[in-house]
C-alpha cells in the first residue's frame, strides 16, 4: 500500500476510553521518528459520557499540506456505531480493521476492501491481563499493513517515550 501513495490517510474511531486518541498519537510519533511527516486531527463527540472519539492521522513522505481526511486508506473501527457512522469514509480498495471481541459488521460489496478481523480485547487481556491496552494491539496491526514505511521499533520507542511521560507526570502529584 505504502509505495502506491505520496500519504496514508488513516481514521480511528471507537468509544471514548477506548485509547483512539492514544493510538493516533503513537501512530504520528512513530512517523515522525522515522522522518515522516504526519499530522493528527481529533475530534469528540457532543456527548458527555459515554460518546465516540475519532483520530484522523495523516502519514507522508512530505510535507502535509491538508489536514483533513475526505477518504480513508485505513479505518479502524472498535464500536458497531463507530462503523455505522463512518464506514462510508473508506476509500474502494482500503483496509477495514475492526475489533471482533466487540462486534461483527454487516458489510456490502466485501470484495471492494480488504477486511482485518482482529480480537484486540482478547489479544491484550492473554497477554497483557489488561484489557485497556487492546489499543496498542490495533496500532501493531497498523505497523504491520504499513511497513516498511512504519517500522515496529519506532512503534516501541513512541509507547516507551509516551508512556514515560506519563509517569513522570503521575509522579509530580504523588509527592
Same mark, same amino acid.
Given at each position: 500500500? *505504502?509505495?502506491?501513495?505520496?500519504?496514508?490517510?488513516?481514521?480511528?474511531?471507537?468509544? /471514548? /476510553?477506548?485509547?483512539?486518541?492514544?493510538? @493516533?498519537?503513537?501512530?504520528? %510519533? $512513530? $512517523?515522525? %521518528? /522515522?522522518?515522516?511527516?504526519?499530522?493528527?486531527?481529533?475530534?469528540?463527540?457532543?456527548?458527555?459520557?459515554?460518546?465516540?472519539?475519532?483520530?484522523?492521522?495523516?502519514?507522508?513522505?512530505? %510535507?502535509?499540506?491538508?489536514?483533513?481526511?475526505?477518504?480513508?486508506?485505513?479505518?479502524?473501527?472498535?464500536?458497531?456505531?463507530?462503523? +455505522?457512522?463512518?464506514?462510508?469514509?473508506?476509500?474502494?480498495?482500503? !483496509?477495514?480493521?475492526?475489533?471482533?471481541?466487540?462486534?461483527?459488521?454487516?458489510? *456490502? +460489496?466485501?470484495?471492494?476492501?480488504?477486511?482485518?478481523? !482482529?480480537?484486540?480485547?482478547?489479544?491484550?487481556?492473554?497477554?497483557?491481563?489488561?484489557?485497556?491496552?487492546?489499543? !496498542?494491539?490495533? !496500532? @501493531?496491526?497498523?505497523?504491520?499493513?504499513?511497513?516498511?514505511?512504519?517500522?515496529?521499533?519506532?512503534?516501541?520507542?513512541?509507547?516507551? +517515550? %509516551?508512556?514515560?511521560?506519563?509517569?513522570?507526570?503521575?509522579?509530580?502529584?504523588?509527592?
Amino acid at each position: 500500500m *505504502q509505495q502506491q501513495l505520496d500519504q496514508i490517510r488513516i481514521r480511528l474511531m471507537g468509544l /471514548g /476510553g477506548h485509547g483512539i486518541v492514544f493510538a @493516533g498519537r503513537l501512530l504520528g %510519533m $512513530a $512517523a515522525a %521518528m /522515522g522522518g515522516l511527516d504526519s499530522i493528527l486531527t481529533i475530534t469528540y463527540s457532543p456527548e458527555q459520557r459515554g460518546g465516540w472519539s475519532r483520530a484522523d492521522l495523516i502519514i507522508a513522505k512530505e %510535507m502535509v499540506d491538508y489536514p483533513l481526511i475526505d477518504e480513508a486508506d485505513i479505518f479502524l473501527a472498535t464500536t458497531q456505531q463507530a462503523f +455505522n457512522l463512518e464506514f462510508k469514509s473508506l476509500r474502494k480498495g482500503g !483496509v477495514f480493521i475492526y475489533e471482533s471481541t466487540i462486534y461483527k459488521p454487516t458489510i *456490502q +460489496n466485501t470484495n471492494d476492501y480488504v477486511i482485518i478481523p !482482529v480480537p484486540a480485547t482478547e489479544i491484550a487481556e492473554k497477554v497483557t491481563g489488561r484489557r485497556l491496552t487492546m489499543n !496498542v494491539v490495533l !496500532v @501493531g496491526v497498523i505497523t504491520a499493513i504499513l511497513e516498511p514505511l512504519l517500522r515496529e521499533e519506532h512503534i516501541i520507542n513512541a509507547i516507551r +517515550n %509516551m508512556t514515560r511521560r506519563l509517569v513522570s507526570w503521575t509522579h509530580q502529584f504523588r509527592k
